[in-house]
């Protein structure tokens, strides 16, 4: 407990998981290993390649 604060607490109050809050207490996650949203499907590259790609397609009136 931090602060005092059950983890059924935390969980309510702060919108997290119980089982997320009972794995970084127990060392199962490691408190540097911080991750929000999904993975990334495209790499940079690929999504700079795609941005260029639809931005051409949309100069020339193509809609997608």
Do not use: C
């Amino acid at each position: 407990m931090i602060n005092h604060m059950s983890v059924q607490r935390a969980d309510t109050t702060n919108g997290v998981p119980v089982t997320t809050l009972k794995d970084r207490i127990h060392g199962n996650i490691p408190l540097d290993n911080v991750q929000s949203g999904r993975t990334q499907l495209f790499s940079n590259d690929q999504e700079t390649m795609l941005a260029r790609h639809l931005n051409s397609m949309a100069e020339v009136g193509y809609g997608y």
